[in-house]
């Protein structure tokens, strides 16, 4: 191919998107409702995955002691606890602090409530609050910590505690969440799929006269995809960037308005920084592709002129 | 040059548009194809470009088996064809002028010579001024003659003519037999259908009469008329 | 029947098609407009069933004032005038036999009648057995046929013809003229574009000659040729 | 109109959806795309609907008496309670069934724990259980029953519970939810109805020269809007019937397999019953309306020849 035959693709396919003004804005219309919709099923999976694996990282076992454990004991099941393979942190919180943190959780009216339960009288029994590398595994920890008493006489463990399988349902939901949402993201696929090349037939059907023409007075199939595949280009990274820039601004306008009442649910939307380039990278390749694939594959069935 | 043996076209609807046609053109001739409506010219002539293929029988156009023709080779066949259709086919969203460049950058011409060859035809055409309507803007014998144009700007080595001059009047048909021919003398093979009495019987060239699909008179310097 | 004063018509892109153009054609009158390719031959015939407006003057068709007309009238003034289009118009998906019977459809006329009719028109033009075939199964003298055939299926007042016979031979351009000459007879205004010498001349009719946008002859019984 | 034109348009509409083959499957594919999405998140809004409720009904006060309160000032502050008009139902909860119910919540390893602090060793208040009529009214009617402490110089009340902002927050998630599902929802219709504008936008292009072709024959703008009527129904109505299919199925499949799971939960999606009907028939009207509005408003358009 000629340098000036290149330059003349480049430019019929430019002119061809304005000229098919109706069908280029269709077409671009197909991809950015497609790109828009997987965008927010991205959006929606990378904020579950975020808040999931915020809420498994919180998941702690929290290990109670009989009543008047002595200190050498407390330090030997420490150790214990310690060494467990999965065990990535263990804290002691003596009765005292498990008071005070009782009474941060309460309303300032109902602390009161818990006056007169200090030192002597507090009821608490000690206790260590133990992480796991693996919050699938807490179970199992758990379980082999409870153990600890089968070697000791006193049963120094007066039990384990790690959501009463609450844990389980976490992780349960979370699971559904994301094999749901990924069920409707790969159904959506295929309604895009469905939808562009639908948009794509139309617009060949359209231009099959065109085609038609072109081979009978010569061209070649190369010489006739050659601006189709210019035109895909421009139209789908024009729909990409337009759906990005849609998305990038609704989901900026999203984290500032509700900042404040979720904040106060320590939840937070995955950032800007996390989500945007990762998104508009991914459209703008998705959409280039779409494009491509939508002008160029469907044209060879009306080139066997 | 053109070489037909035994050729049959029958439509998929079950039309026999030609049945066992046997002919010879040769290089540099200048043939009329007569006959009334409906009798199969077009479909003559769509075979030569390779619009239609036929049922039956060997067809070579400069020296390529048309019915063996690979996809690929097709286009290059094609190049040294101009055509002028029956029914125009011009691009509607394309000017008259990018209606005729576009067949020269299909061979890939330079852009200098497309741009001096294609206000020449245009010229020849007698449509220089008209080089910026699109189809919609120009009256049925100018689109006509915008065919033309684009038939000739690459100054093929056959000329297929579908009643060139169906839409036009008598004077501009003459001015386009006037460039026929001299195209002609300079060495190109001219296929024309039509129905112009006038024009078959004043320039006389060889005459093919086709009737109900077969050729029913062929005459070195023939009349129009197509009767047996 | 068709009066026209002082008509002006220019397109939007400048072309002046149409200047100052005054005639009257009287009922039951038949009109050869003939004329250089581009002269404004079609567009005159555009303007009488308002495919387009005038730009300037006064053009009444059957008592209508067309450039005053509603809408909502349009219509009825078009269902007493069969045109034949230059380039056919025919519905591409529709059969030879539905591109016909869709005229009387739209005048809603009996099932019965449409049958009966639509068939013996499609006698008329010799086509009654290419009934089933679509536009593009159809050769170019065909298709124009079926469109003279939609023309004359509602018995219109005045049949406006742009070229009838570009596309036929002469016997059948003869037929043609005969159906036309037979409808006039019966009553029938017709005003008919031609590039056809042979038949004006011989079938002498008004002949109302245009060029460069202006009637420059218009003679009864006239003949073909339009030089001043 | 005649009949037989009335006839005739109806039999002219459906051969038109064959005659214009891809045009019509273009059309429906919109329509099903659009509907579809509605649809999902018409189930999904019901679902959220019907969890929030659940939700909301379980939403109970906790009120703790001080230890050793006598049976006639838990008598004389039962019927206080009842008094306020917002409460629904009173229930006594002794310490005896509160450690029941605490060792029900218990796995059964960690429910020994428990052993020895029955009758006198039950270190649990007394307690009742308050309904009130209208969820969102819970802090207020807590406030009431602290209140009932102001009036009696024993204090009698110990601490009144619902959750400790729980109740605030579940309210805030599922408000959030709902205002974001009115939002998609909202974009997606805006975005159905620029797919379905865009594909009859087309439609109408490539039919331009065929509704110009009628006009010149005399067809008044009715006449050729019928067909286009019964063409826009028999595509709507299709379109929807195929989405309702698509989305019902999709949905009894997605009960059964979850059905365990989430069963475990105690989560349920809506039954088939309350969700089927209400879809399809939403669906149908909106297909319908859809078609036409495609089919014929837009054609008006092209009607000025
Ligand atoms: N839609 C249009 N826009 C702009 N110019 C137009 C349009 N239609 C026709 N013209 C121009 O108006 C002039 C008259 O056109 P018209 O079709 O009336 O010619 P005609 O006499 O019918 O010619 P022919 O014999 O070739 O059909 C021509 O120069 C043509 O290019
Ligand atoms: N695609 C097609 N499918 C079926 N039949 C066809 C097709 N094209 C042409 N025909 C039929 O084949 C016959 C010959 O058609 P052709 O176009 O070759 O005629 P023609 O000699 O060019 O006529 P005209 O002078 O009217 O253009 C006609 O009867 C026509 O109806
Ligand atoms: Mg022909
Ligand atoms: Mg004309």
Known sequence: MRFSTLVRHIREGTKNVFRNGWMSFASMGSIIVSLFILGVFMILALNVDKLASQIENQVEIRVYLQLGTEQAKIDDINRQIGRIPEVKKVTFVSKEEGLQRLKENLDPDAQSALDGYENENNPLPDAFDVEVFDPQKVADVAKQIQAINASDADQPILGVKYGQGTVEKLFKITNAVRNVGLIVVAGLAVMAMFLISTTVKMTILARRREIAIMKLVGATNSFIRWPFFVEGVLIGVFGAAVTSAILLYGYSWLIRTTQYDLGLMLIKFASMQDVGGFIAGTLLVLGALLGIWGSTVSVRKYLKV | ?228
């Open chain 2, 1 to 228: 040059m053109i070489e037909m043996h035994d050729i049959w076209k029958t439509y998929p609807d079950g039309t026999v548009a030609l049945q066992s046609v046997n002919v010879v053109i040769d290089r540099n001739e200048f043939v009329y194809i007569v006959g009334p409506s409906g009798a199969g010219k077009s479909t003559f002539m769509k075979l030569i470009y390779r619009e239609e293929v036929p049922s039956k029988g060997q067809l070579s156009v400069n020296g390529f088996n048309i019915g063996k023709l690979k996809q690929r080779k097709i286009p290059y066949v094609r190049r040294n064809i101009g055509v002028v259709f029956q029914d125009y086919r011009l691009l509607p969203k394309l000017t008259a002028y990018e209606n005729v460049s576009f067949a020269m950058e299909v061979i890939e011409a330079s852009k200098r010579q497309i741009r001096r060859r294609t206000m020449e035809v245009l010229d020849l055409v007698g449509l220089k001024h008209k080089a910026g309507s699109v189809p919609a803007q120009l009256s049925g014998g100018e689109q006509q003659r915008i065919a033309i144009a684009r038939a000739i700007v690459n100054n093929p080595s056959v000329i297929v003519a579908d009643e060139p001059t169906g839409n036009l009047d008598p004077e501009t048909s003459w001015g386009i037999m006037k460039l026929l021919e001299e195209i002609h003398f300079r060495g190109t093979t001219i296929v024309m259908a039509t129905h112009n009495k006038e024009i078959v019987n004043t320039l006389r060239k060889r005459v093919i009469a086709i009737e109900r699909g077969t050729i029913v008179r062929d005459e070195p310097r023939g009349e129009y008329g197509y009767e047996i």
